[in-house]
Each structure stands twice: as structure tokens, then as C-alpha cells.
């Protein structure tokens, strides 16, 4: 059974840094892209960044570009959003995705989020 | 990226069909086959229905059913039961690379 469970997120005051992590397991992990996106409370979903299987490619959302960072490690599944100069847009509960092939296009397994709040 | 476009909000009694609607334009909906739907519970993680347009994912109620013309894709509930009754997400690949989510639809079941 695949399992997704975010942490690291918390309470962080604008300007500030913080690291999530997302510890997979139940699937080949260096076979798959990996996805964050993010749902600020009553709101839509928005895509955040995404990671090929090898860690080679990466993408962001144009909101977060230049500001949060990607990245994974294969030997632990586990995959990290390092998010830097935070903002108060950018409380919301952090979701970690399965993608279900080594490039990202579906998302088919979602972690249960980890909220992050910016804020003084 | 602009966000996909879904209604607000659709509603039916037991037992009727009811279609959501996501409309994009030919660099995310209308050019790609990678069109997913997403249902989601109060407090509750996202959960895939329909990936690949119509791609049905094992234990997925066949009341589900998804398709695409041109720009906008749907989602068909048929016999709409009381569980029915959640959000639901679109998202698409783009032709930038990246993925962009639907505004969601709230379906309330009479």
C-alpha cells in the first residue's frame, strides 16, 4: 500500500525558512515523480513543484520560483520542499504526490498535508 | 498559469446523473491526454478518480466516468448517492511543464 507522510511544517514568521519532508513507502520510489501541491483552508488545489524520478528535472509554479526548492533522495524515499523567503500567500496545507510515472502529468496518491502558516 | 474553470458548485437528488466542467485552452486541457479528476472529503486528502482523461483507477465507483472535447473536459456522476457529496478537482499538464489545478466544484446531493 502505498504511504505518503508529510512533516516539517509549523507556525514560521514572514521572511523565514522552513523544510518539509515526505517519507514514501509501498512503491518502487526511484521509479516515480514526485509532486507538491498545496490547498490554502477553503480553497482550490495549486501545484507547487514537481521532481523526475532521478532527481534530474525539476519544476515550479511561477509563485514559488526562485523561492522554494525541490528536491529528493532515493536512497531514503523521501522527498523535500526547502521553502525560503516566505510569504503570508503561501499559508496552506502542503500536500506530498505519487506521480505514476517517472515525469509528472496525474497525480495518483496524495499524503494527508502538513500545514504551514506565515504569519508574525 | 490561469486556474482551470469549474462551477462553483452542482447539485442533483439520488439517483441522477450530474456533469462538472473544466474548461482550459489548448496549452493544458485541449493538448494533452493527462487530465486528471480528484475527489475531496472536508479535512481529507484529495483521493484520484479519473486519470488519463477517462482512466478509471482500481476501486473506483464505475458511476465515475471522464472525457475531453476541445478545451474542456467532464466528469459524469451517474446515480449520484449521498456519498457523492465532496469537492471535486481537475488538473492538467501544460505546455510549460507544469500542472494546473481546476477552481473545484462542491457537488451537494438534495
Known amino acids: 500500500e502505498v504511504e505518503l507522510l508529510e512533516s516539517g511544517g509549523g507556525l514560521v514568521q514572514p521572511g523565514g525558512s522552513l523544510r518539509l519532508s515526505c517519507a514514501a513507502s509501498?512503491?518502487?520510489?526511484?521509479?516515480?515523480?514526485m509532486s507538491w501541491v498545496r490547498q490554502t483552508p477553503g480553497k482550490g488545489l495549486e501545484w507547487v513543484s514537481a521532481?523526475?524520478?532521478?532527481?534530474?528535472?525539476?519544476y515550479y509554479a511561477d509563485s514559488v520560483k526562485g523561492r522554494f526548492t525541490i528536491s529528493r533522495d532515493n536512497s531514503n524515499n523521501t522527498v523535500y520542499l526547502r521553502m525560503n523567503s516566505l510569504r503570508a500567500e503561501d499559508t496552506a496545507v502542503y500536500y506530498c504526490a505519487k506521480e505514476p510515472r517517472p515525469w509528472w502529468n496525474n497525480p495518483d496518491h496524495w499524503g494527508h498535508g502538513t500545514l504551514v502558516t506565515v504569519s508574525s | 498559469q490561469s486556474a482551470l474553470t469549474q462551477p462553483a458548485s452542482v447539485s442533483g437528488s439520488p439517483g441522477q446523473s450530474i456533469t462538472i466542467s473544466c474548461t482550459g485552452t489548448?496549452?493544458?486541457?485541449?493538448?494533452?491526454?493527462?487530465v486528471s479528476w480528484y475527489q475531496q472529503y472536508p479535512g481529507k486528502a484529495p483521493k484520484l478518480i479519473i486519470s488519463?482523461?477517462?482512466y478509471r483507477p482500481s476501486g473506483v465507483s464505475d458511476r465515475f466516468s471522464g472525457s475531453k472535447s476541445g478545451n474542456t473536459a467532464s466528469l459524469t456522476i451517474s446515480g449520484l448517492q449521498t456519498e457523492d457529496e465532496a469537492d471535486y478537482h481537475c488538473c492538467s499538464y501544460t505546455s510549460s511543464g507544469t500542472l494546473v489545478f481546476g477552481t473545484g466544484t462542491k457537488v451537494t446531493v438534495l
Open positions: 489548448s496549452s493544458d486541457v485541449g493538448g494533452y491526454s493527462y
Open positions: 509501498g512503491f518502487n520510489f526511484n521509479s516515480h515523480a
Open positions: 488519463d482523461v477517462s
Open positions: 521532481i523526475g524520478s532521478s532527481g534530474g528535472s525539476t
